[in-house]
């Protein structure tokens, strides 16, 4: 009996972690898709954040990305842009390609480098903290609002989810309407 209990339990705790794992539904004005299986919801840092994901980091790196999404911030998507690139200290490598998708039209950014950490990225006074070796995929686009959906992390972790990320923000579609059927 004791055996089938531990068995059941660690059945349990599987079908748990495996929840966690699975693939989650993300909306964005009125549109849905399916973030990666593997990729984990978790509560937003700040109340500035629309929706935050930790992606595992994979072998070789000392750390988790992070994929963050914020819905409604002002600036241009140059000026965007720019400001994520200077997130990186001098001599970042940084690609700039044109979006256009299901969520709009606006600008990406691939860049790599030495990523400068800020916990409170608006405060002027906050000190940064030097990441080596940290890559960043970034989107401004612009549609029923202007979203910025942002992966960083570590220079391993984030290229090995750069195909799931361009396929996640391709893949939205709209939700489909509820109809009521009168009885």
């Not at 898709?33 to 930790?54: C, D, H, L, V």
Request: proline share 5%; glycine share 10%.
């Amino acid at each position: 009996m004791k055996t089938l209990m531990r068995s059941l339990a660690g059945l349990t705790a599987l079908a748990v972690l495996a929840a966690g794992l699975a693939a989650q539904d993300v909306s964005l004005g009125g549109k849905k898709a399916k973030t990666p299986s593997g990729w984990k919801e978790e509560a937003p840092a700040n109340q500035m954040r629309y929706a935050q994901f930790k992606l595992p980091k994979v072998a070789g790196d000392d750390a988790d990305a992070e994929l963050v999404v914020f819905k409604g911030l002002g600036g241009s998507a140059d000026a965007n842009i720019d400001r994520w690139k200077g997130s990186f200290a001098k001599g970042v490598e940084a690609k700039i390609t044109e979006y256009s998708g299901p969520l709009g039209k606006g600008k990406m950014i691939d860049a790599t480098g030495t990523y400068l950490y800020k916990s409170q990225p608006f405060n002027p006074n906050a000190k940064a903290e030097e990441k080596p070796g940290y890559s960043m995929l970034g989107l401004h686009v612009e549609g029923d609002a202007v979203y910025h959906i942002r992966l960083t992390g570590p220079a391993k972790t984030v290229p090995a989810n750069q195909q799931k990320f361009e396929q996640m923000i391709s893949s939205f579609q709209a939700e489909p309407k509820s109809s009521s059927v009168a009885a």
